[in-house]
């Protein structure tokens, strides 16, 4: 392909084109670059394919406690501060005052309450989707860069459900891994992830999901973990031990 005709985004516009996340003009120039460049195609394949290999599914969150209560008493204070009362105007004798209640306007201010709850909690989940699209996105375009190192792991009989994606940047000496079915631990444990060749484990970064499908990236802390070929693996461990394995085997690569 002569990558002199395409903007250096390409491969960025190719991720949002999977992930459905372009505007309509981005959109034509996607579909144009498909129809002159058969290997913009073939890149679109495997983007596609790596795609629908990751996990979508999206953890609910819960609107933030005390939202409600602060909602409803907020939208009360008024109501109950407009609400008339029974004065006589001609008795001659003193009477009772009894507080009458504005049924209509406090029935007004629960609906507005009730919508008010609806507007935030849609806005928080609006907020929630656009971030996992952004973060999706950038995964995507991580498993498509030239360079990067991509591997595959499962689980062991400790956790057999679980399985990972993990890329190893060589030239942004990073690591990035998209978790599935791996349970969160403890706040004192992590997961450690090490690099095995011909030599001891190399301690490669640590990180602890805050769901059973997550997406973590760190700084790799050498650039033994970035070379090539090795094995990676991913223990258990206390958080205050030392980088040495010790823990139990969680995953580890497929070849």
Known sequence: MNSTTLPENWRLLLAGYVLNDLTTEETTLVEQWLGQYPEVASELEALTTT???LPTALTPVTPPPGLRDRIMAAA??????????????????????????????????LGWVATAIALAAA???NQRLRLALLQNEAVVASFSQPGNQLYTLGGT???????????????AQT???????LP?????????????ADSDPVFCGQ??????????????????CAASPVQMLITAELASDPPI???????????
């Open 51 to 53: 795609w629908e290999s």
């Open 76 to 109: 009360q204070a008024p109501a109950l501060e407009l609400a008339p009362e029974l004065a006589p105007e001609l008795a001659p004798e003193p009477v009772i005052r009894r507080r009458r209640w504005p049924w209509g306007r406090l029935g007004l201010a």
């Open 123 to 125: 806005l928080q989940e």
């Open 157 to 171: 009989e400790v956790e057999p459900q679980a399985n990972a994606r993990l890329v190893v940047s060589p030239t």
């Open 175 to 181: 690591a990035l891994i998209v978790t599935t079915d």
């Open 184 to 196: 969160p631990l403890a706040a004192d444990q992590v997961y450690r992830l090490w690099a095995l």
């Open 207 to 224: 990180f602890n999901p805050d769901a059973a499908q997550d997406t973590n990236q760190w700084a790799l802390p050498t650039a033994a």
């Open 245 to 255: 394995p010790a823990g139990a085997l969680v995953m580890q690569s497929q070849s």
